[in-house]
């Protein structure tokens, strides 16, 4: 699976978002190491705050299905038809990806024309994580 193919996904999960209140519409694909890729779309709410972002929508599908170990996440975005330069996953987002995820873990980020590919860790430094909760 290649960065673009991986993006491309994205791209598909996109389709369905559901944003009629912002129509900032987002894609993820996140690839499990067991190579299945989950697609996740932003679902939005008239109450706003119970809307979930696509990168959320794709982890808790992949989670509930039990798989907890990831590779890569490809996020798009952008308002209505076009897609922004970059659409990268916001503080939440980046957060329960850490929950799951190492520093590691590849971003791809971008359009097909013009990929970024980045980390976890360059995305969420000095994170706090499970190990946080650990006694030392
Ligand atoms: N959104 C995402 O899906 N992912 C992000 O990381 C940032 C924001 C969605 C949430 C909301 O539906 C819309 O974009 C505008 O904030």
């Known amino acids: ?3 673009k193919e991986l993006l491309l996904k994205a791209v598909e999960a996109r389709e369905f978002a559901y944003t ?3 129509n900032h519409k987002v894609g993820a694909a996140l690839l499990g190491k067991s190579g299945k890729i989950y697609l996740g779309c932003n679902v939005e709410n008239a109450a ?7 990168e959320r929508t794709a982890v808790f599908k992949a989670v509930s299905e039990g ?5 890569a996440i490809a996020v ?6 076009t ?3 970059l659409c990268a996953p916001c503080g939440v987002c980046r957060q329960v990806l850490n929950e799951f995820c190492d520093g590691s873990l590849k971003v791809i980020l971008g ?3 013009k990929i970024t590919v980045t980390t976890l860790a360059e995305l ?4 706090f994580g499970k190990t946080d909760l650990k006694k030392q």
């Not at 706003?48 to 696509?54: M, R």
């Not at 798989?67 to 590779?71: A, K, L, P, V, Y």
Request: aromatic share 12%.
């Open 83 to 85: 897609l922004s330069e």
């Open 111 to 113: 359009t097909p024309e």
């Open 67 to 71: 798989e907890r170990e990831f590779s």
């Open 124 to 127: 969420l430094p000095y994170s």
């Open 76 to 81: 798009v975005g952008g308002l209505g038809d």
């Open 20 to 22: 009629p209140y912002s």
């Open 1 to 3: 699976m290649t960065d």
């Open 48 to 54: 706003y705050t119970p809307t979930n972002c696509a």
